[in-house]
């Protein structure tokens, strides 16, 4: 049961309940105990109901908001600066903690 | 992308990490044959095991993941800052929102499911594939087992 829909199928399983949801929230909307109850009895059905490998399942609930479909990992021209200093830092750091060892 | 359409992870990833300057793309574990195993018995009579990748305690960014187990209890809290959820999206405030422990005790309420296993467990998000297959998932199965779970519900974060 999950929300990375390509990341799953790429790998593969036998079956996927896929949930398409923010990563972090795959078994539905925090606090929304009705939701989150249909989704995972709509996942373990799955064990009897799937007859071969891959199965996949796509749950119809919706986030409501989509803008974070976008957002997640975006890169663009306001961050593209940022990200390559990040980047460098963390070599930086990653060369340091390697001749530390040595 | 139509806004409808699933976050396509492996190519925003891709062209993250890019931006970052690393130039070299984290190959995702990929495979053709993926078994497939009917249940021996029926889910109303089935032992189930809940697997998450979420841990039993606060995990700094570059510490070692490992294999754990915790007994499943009403308080027990579980912890995923180090992982790559989205976290400009939601929160991980309600444990059932990504380790639905309270929705698996109903559908065994209702009889849906035999029995819930007496524990959860953790496997880590591991970048090399080997550890996963040689080490993580072995432990994990073995662990599995021994709670004598009969079908395996995986919520990955």
């Known amino acids: 049961m999950g929300s990375a829909l390509d990341i799953v199928q790429h790998c593969g399983a036998a079956r996927f309940f896929f949930v398409d949801f923010p990563l972090g929230n795959p078994c539905g909307k925090p606090w929304d105990r009705t939701m989150q109850d249909h989704l995972v009895s709509a996942a373990v059905e799955l064990f009897e109901a799937a007859d071969q490998s891959p199965t996949t399942v796509y749950a119809r609930e919706d986030w409501g908001d989509v803008g974070w479909k976008q957002r997640y990992m975006a890169v663009d021209d306001s961050n593209r600066a940022e990200l390559a200093i990040k980047g460098a830092a963390l070599r930086r750091n990653r060369h340091d903690r390697q001749k530390r060892i040595l | ?157």
């Open chain 2, 1 to 157: 992308m139509k806004v409808k359409d699933p976050v396509q992870y492996m190519r925003r990833t891709k062209a993250y990490y890019e931006a970052q300057g690393f130039d070299t793309p984290y190959q995702y574990a990929h495979f053709t044959d993926v078994p497939f195993a009917k249940p021996t018995k029926s889910l109303a009579s089935s032992t189930l095991g809940l697997v998450t990748t979420a841990s039993t305690y606060p995990r700094a960014p570059q510490e070692p993941r490992q294999v754990d187990t915790a007994p499943i209890k009403t308080d027990l809290k579980l912890y995923a800052g180090d992982l790559s959820w989205d976290k400009s999206a939601t929160h991980l405030d309600d444990r059932n929102s990504f380790c639905p422990i309270d929705s698996l005790q109903a559908c065994v309420s209702e009889g849906k499911i035999g029995h819930l296993a007496p524990h959860v467990q953790c496997i880590p998000t591991e970048y090399s594939h080997r550890a996963t297959l040689e080490h993580d998932a072995p432990e994990v199965h073995q662990r599995l087992l021994a709670d004598g779970v009969d079908v395996a519900l995986l919520v990955p974060l």
